[in-house]
């Protein structure tokens, strides 16, 4: 058996090609929407991440403000940044790039951004929302592997799905939104003595834990869904994830690769949050 690739940049595409259709209906109505997206510092990786966003939204026709602020700027200068472009009405998502700088409280950061604009999906308003099962912003990179697990055809309903990972950002409303799919789920994480008692049964495993080869091929069920969230540098410098793709995939049943799996869809659900913001906007 050789796992059948999903394709993330595939159906980003098409998640593109409807939010630029959406887009423009709003326009034509006087509302483009708008990303604001703030970066503080000069971090490599961050400046590449927040590039390909503005890049985004402007592909997909929506209005895109860059914000580039030094690493010496003090949270408070931020949280005005922040109570600014809340009250802004051309913008309809807020997005403060992380990591910060450590004189700079994220968690603060996060929280000042007014819930209605949260397009990352991680202020505790939105996570209570996931939690309760109530309308909000999902995390973008969770909600992305939600639908390429639908891509599958795999119907989570009564399926025991494992999630590696707990962090706020994705293991943890990873495990939500697999649990309001009707899925078992089983959280795994670095407390966890032996990971492959519970891969073993999983009909899907979602690896999030950024560390290459946490998932091997010994571990999987044979015909498993693996969506690997992992992005790390092998030996040879190259892009690879949390799972030892070449290994797993002759076990498993569809595989994300990486590059070209869960990272464009992150990207892709943070145009369809601005683009629903944006959409609430218009009804109120």
Same mark, same amino acid.
């Given at each position: ?7 993330g940049?595939?159906l ?88 910060l ?8 950061i ?11 999906? %991680? ?6 929302? *996931?939690?309760t099962?109530?309308?909000? %912003? ?18 989570l ?37 032996? *990971? ?6 999983a ?11 946490? !998932? ?22 190259? !892009?690879?994830?949390?799972?030892? %793709? ?39």
């Amino acid at each position: 058996m050789t796992a059948q690739l999903i394709d993330g940049n595939a159906l980003a595409a098409s998640i593109r090609v409807d939010v630029a259709a959406r887009a423009a209906q709003l326009t034509a109505r006087g509302l483009r929407p708008g990303l604001a997206v703030v970066l503080v510092g000069d971090d490599p990786a961050s400046a590449v991440y927040v590039r390909h966003k503005v890049k985004d939204c402007e592909a997909a026709g929506l209005h895109s403000v860059l914000e580039r602020h030094p690493a010496s700027m003090s949270e408070a200068d931020l949280l005005a940044r922040v109570q600014a472009l809340n009250a802004d009405a051309s913008i309809h998502g807020v997005l403060v790039q992380m990591p910060l700088p450590r004189h700079i409280d994220p968690h603060r950061i996060i929280e000042a951004i007014a819930p209605h604009k949260d397009v990352d999906g %991680f202020h505790v308003a939105n996570a209570g929302a *996931l939690m309760t099962g109530q309308p909000g %912003f999902r995390a973008c990179t969770p909600y992305g592997c939600m639908r390429l697990i639908e891509t599958t055809g795999v119907a989570l309903r009564g399926r025991h799905a494992v999630v590696i990972g707990r962090s706020n950002t994705v293991g943890k409303p990873m495990a939500l939104m697999l649990l309001q799919a009707n899925a078992t789920v089983t959280v795994c994480h670095s407390g966890t003595p032996d *990971l492959s008692v519970h891969t073993r049964g999983a009909d899907v495993v979602v690896v999030a834990v950024g560390r290459r080869d946490t !998932l091997r091929a010994d571990m999987i069920k044979p015909g498993a869904v693996i969506i690997d969230v992992g992005m790390n540098r092998n030996d040879a410098g190259k !892009l690879c994830g949390d799972v030892d %793709f070449e290994a797993v995939r002759q076990v498993a049943g569809w595989i994300t690769p990486v590059p070209g799996g869960v990272g464009p869809m992150t990207r892709a659900m943070l145009l369809v949050n601005t683009l629903e913001a944006a959409e609430r906007a218009a009804s109120r």
